[in-house]
């Protein structure tokens, strides 16, 4: 993971059509580990996420500005809005579940 700072964040949701999937983790915390091959999996299998990943300790401002208390934190961005915040390591079946939920609240109906 190289170091982002606020601007390329911000940017890069701004930017992102879809749901935005940022990590905040460390080097060494043994969940965040498990979950780097359960988020690329799912990065894969769905296109229209965008996954950022943000080394908390490299990071400590962005961590802070986005009140990042334990790792792993994901946060869900959705039309640039933080919309939901999941706290530590979760399965492949959950993230999918809580991925659907949101593209059906965005997703316009007819």
């Known amino acids: 993971m190289l170091p982002i700072n606020d601007n390329v964040l911000r940017e890069t949701i701004a930017a992102s059509e879809g749901i935005v999937l940022v990590e905040f983790s ?7 580990r498990a979950l780097d091959p359960i988020l690329d ?3 894969a299998e769905r296109p229209d996420v965008t996954l950022v990943r943000i080394d908390s300790d490299a990071s400590p401002d962005l961590a802070r500005d986005y009140e990042v208390m334990s790792v792993p934190t994901l946060i869900f961005f959705v039309d640039g809005s933080p919309r939901r915040r999941l706290v530590g390591a979760r399965g492949i079946g959950q993230l999918r579940e809580e991925l659907d939920q949101l593209r059906e609240r965005v997703e316009p109906i007819g």
């Open 26 to 32: 460390a080097p060494w915390c043994p969940p965040c």
């Open 41 to 43: 999996q799912l990065a």
